[in-house]
């Protein structure tokens, strides 16, 4: 296996200096780095609003702020972790920075279009984030009319902002899908593609296909909002359901934004360190089409209270189950490749052993609520927020944890500590399934979501909770602080610490401007490990 990369230590990170060079700059690395670096600004914004939440609700009534400010602080929380952080947070990080290198190719097909699709987003992300100067926004992340048509002006700021963060993700997206069909590698036919692009570009059909009908949706709201034109508000002869099916058509595939990436991840890191091919490449590239497709005709089972018919539910609860069987493909086939796998438990697989569990546990409560008896009596409880906790949260945010302990080397150049990476591992996933399990119970027994009160048998549950979520605090920020230390005084990372058969890793950590000195040519598939010495 050839590496590339100039002898005299020149790369991405130093091949022009200065802030206006950062700026500026086309390179899809340091774009990737941009983008790294904001979303994860935001991630801690909106962890603060969760941490809020729950030290509000460590006990029945008042125990740090009035039911107002309450409103506001969990608004904050999923506005930004949703439409700031999860959606973007693998697609313009990671997709930005591995996808063009995984392919061969030295940058992104319209590399001038990348560099606006992280200004839209930054713009789109402080145009919402600034409300917070003003009354800021008590309707939620949901933005349901008719309350976000009655709540306070800066609502409307928000809703600008994320129908501008939704032209990010559709150039984003149409960039990847160009690169992905146009710069391929010479010999990187289509079967012989990681299974990262695959998830990938699955994404990026679900982006472009479902984001015009929210920038739609939202563009109608501010209308309404603005020139009180009926869309929506019952009292101007608009349909409040009717935001509803629109808004649900968009933020069901946009799960699936989330997830696929993410899956996309550990499809890379468990057959790294289990030294085995992927078990079942064809039915795991089949399994991320399989769900991407179901996504968009499944949004009817977050409505099986608004009054649509008994038909339409049938439907919709029979195809959700459909999302499962692709789920339990994936699932079944990492298992596989890890069994008399020559496993190593370093944090990324650590990471990804992780994912496995609290994205199963969201899955399997998934079916639960695709499920109309059990639905009707669980919706808007705390069983519903648990369950999308462990489906975003232990999804993506996972994912998201295996795939930057895995590429820190590559991005940084740079090599971190495993014992403070297993530690803070540890940490989070134990506060985190402290934290929303007991949701699980609080929601089956009744206790209702996004209320500022609760009875007082819910206290101990909502308690347990609330240690977790600083656990999981914790745990964030001592990676953090171990990450930061690796890349200030880490040792230097060779050009591929982990023996991964994957095209960015035949070039030097942290790669060269070009990527690669002399165009890669593809010989095998991407899990051949036969050759490769760790």
């Known amino acids: 296996m050839t590496q590339s990369g100039a002898a005299h230590g020149d790369n991405y990170l130093n091949h022009e200096k200065g802030i206006k060079s950062w700026l500026t700059t ?31 609700l460590f006990s029945p009534g008042h125990t740090i702020v009035g039911p107002q400010t309450y409103n506001q602080f969990f608004s904050y929380h999923g506005t930004i972790m949703v439409f700031m952080v999860i959606i973007p947070l693998i697609p313009s990080t990671f997709g930005n920075f591995i996808l063009p290198m995984h392919l061969g190719a030295k940058d992104v097909a319209f590399p001038r279009l990348n560099l606006l699709s992280y200004y839209l987003y930054i713009g ?12 800021g926004i008590d309707s939620g992340w949901t933005f349901y009319a008719p309350l976000s048509l009655q709540s306070r002006a800066s609502t409307t700021l928000v809703l600008t902002g994320a129908f501008i963060m939704g032209f990010s993700g559709i150039i984003t997206a149409l960039n990847f899908i160009t690169t992905t069909h146009k710069l391929r590698a010479k010999g990187l036919t289509w079967d012989r593609l990681p299974l990262f692009i695959w998830a990938m570009y699955a994404t990026n059909i679900i982006q472009i296909l479902a984001t015009p009908v929210l920038a739609l949706t939202l563009l109608l709201l501010v209308a309404e ?18 935001f509803q099916h629109f808004f649900w058509f968009y933020s069901h595939p946009a799960v699936y934004i989330m997830i696929l990436p993410a899956m996309g991840i550990i499809n890379e890191v468990i057959p790294v360190f289990s030294r085995k091919t992927i078990f079942s490449y064809k039915a795991m590239a089949a399994a991320i089409f399989g769900i991407a497709i179901v996504a968009f005709v499944v949004w ?23 999302v499962g069987v692709a789920t339990g493909i994936k699932v079944f086939a990492w298992l596989a490749t890890m069994y008399k796998g020559s496993i190593r438990f370093n944090a990324p697989m650590l990471w990804a052993m992780a994912f496995i569990f609290v994205f199963t546990v969201g899955g399997l409560t998934g079916i639960y609520l695709s499920t109309i008896a059990t639905d ?29 302990h895995y590429w820190f080397p590559k991005i940084f150049g740079k090599m971190y500590k495993e014992g403070p990476a297993a530690v803070a591992c540890a940490l989070v996933f134990i506060g985190f399934n402290l934290t929303f399990f007991p949701q699980f119970i609080a929601g089956s027994r009744g206790m209702p979501r996004r209320y500022y ?8 549950l909502n308690q347990l909770s609330t240690i977790g979520s600083f656990m999981v605090a914790i745990g964030f920020v001592v990676t953090a602080i171990y990450l930061f230390q690796a890349m200030r005084n880490g040792a230097k990372a060779p050009a591929n610490p982990w023996g991964s058969a994957t095209l960015e890793w035949r ?5 060269p401007h070009d990527n690669f000195s002399t165009d890669p040519v593809v010989t095998a598939g991407p899990y051949d490990y036969s050759s490769i010495k760790v």
């Open 26 to 56: 086309v390179d899809h690395k340091r774009i990737g780095v941009m983008y790294l670096f904001t979303v994860l600004a935001f991630f801690l914004v909106g962890g603060i609003f969760a941490l809020l939440v729950r030290l509000e």
């Open 124 to 135: 789109g992300a402080f145009l919402a984030a600034s409300t917070m100067a003003f009354k």
């Open 225 to 242: 909002r603005v020139l009180g034109i009926g869309f929506f508000d019952p009292t101007l002869g608009g349909d409040p359901v009717l």
């Open 300 to 322: 009817g089972h977050h409505m099986f209270a608004s009054g649509q018919s008994d038909t339409a539910s049938f439907l919709f609860s029979l195809i959700t189950k459909l």
């Open 376 to 404: 009707i009596h669980l919706t808007d409880t705390y069983f519903v927020v648990a369950h999308f906790h462990y489906t975003m949260v232990g999804g993506a945010i996972t994912g998201f944890m295996a795939g930057i």
């Open 453 to 460: 009160d609760y009875a007082p048998e819910f206290t101990y």
């Open 507 to 511: 070039t030097a950590s942290p790669p």
